[in-house]
């Protein structure tokens, strides 16, 4: 099993920064993929960003590429994404999530963070 649990969300105002943490736990994830999706209300869930834990690599979706970037701290267990230059779009629940296919055509993984809410006013 993996657990992971989200940190750092929270209100601000479009142009500000931003860092959620996802701290990470179970016997085995570190062989695994660990990203974000985000879902706005009304909006399916979108992948937003992830990461190789056990190599190099990273994959950043579109939409926020050149705005956000992932990375991750092998001896805390944690994924970090920063974003910056945030906008009244990026409001969502942001969601840490391990093993599942990182492209942008990806919904569901097997394993889910509970969830932190971002907000970002005009």
């Known amino acids: 099993q993996v657990q992971l649990v989200e940190s750092g969300g929270g209100l601000v105002q479009a142009g500000a920064s931003l860092r959620l943490s996802c701290a990470a736990s179970?016997?085995?994830?570190?062989?695994?993929?660990v990203g974000w999706f985000r879902q706005a209300p009304g909006k399916e869930r979108e992948f937003v960003a992830a990461v190789r834990w056990g190599g190099a690599g990273t994959y950043i979706a579109g939409s926020v590429q050149g705005r956000f970037t992932i990375s991750r701290d092998n001896a805390k267990n944690t994924v970090y994404l920063q974003m910056n230059s945030l906008k009244p779009e990026d409001t969502a629940v942001y969601y840490c999530?391990?093993?599942?296919?990182?492209?942008?055509?990806?919904?569901?993984?097997?394993?889910w963070g509970q969830g932190t809410q971002v907000t970002v006013s005009s």
């Open positions: 179970g016997r085995t994830f570190t062989s695994y993929i």
């Open positions: 999530a391990a093993d599942f296919y990182p492209s942008t055509e990806t919904t569901t993984a097997n394993y």
